[in-house]
């Protein structure tokens, strides 16, 4: 191979992952925008946290997981701890 074929190639490769780095980021964006809504739609008290009840019935693999990521077991989780455990 010639150095300007490396040369090329390695742009290529360069411009495909930072095009694939960029897709992964809107989509991250898109995720936690929809965990967000939702996360506003069940809060009902508006206190911006999360309890097992409030979750029970409108975000039920929170629910169904809510032990494992109240690590802290503090009996509520809020958007970002559910934003994070998405990723």
Known sequence: MTKSFMK???AVSLG??????F????????INAEIAARFA???VNHDGKL???EAKGC????YDHFAYLDSGN????T????QAAAR
């Open 51 to 53: 309890t097992q009840e």
């Open 23 to 30: 897709t992964c980021q809107a989509a991250d964006s898109t």
């Open 79 to 82: 958007v970002a701890q559910i």
């Open 41 to 43: 739609k069940c809060d």
């Open 16 to 21: 495909l992952l930072s095009s694939l780095s």
């Open 8 to 10: 090329i190639t390695a």
């Open 59 to 62: 975000m039920p693999r929170i």
């Open 74 to 77: 503090k009996g509520y989780l």
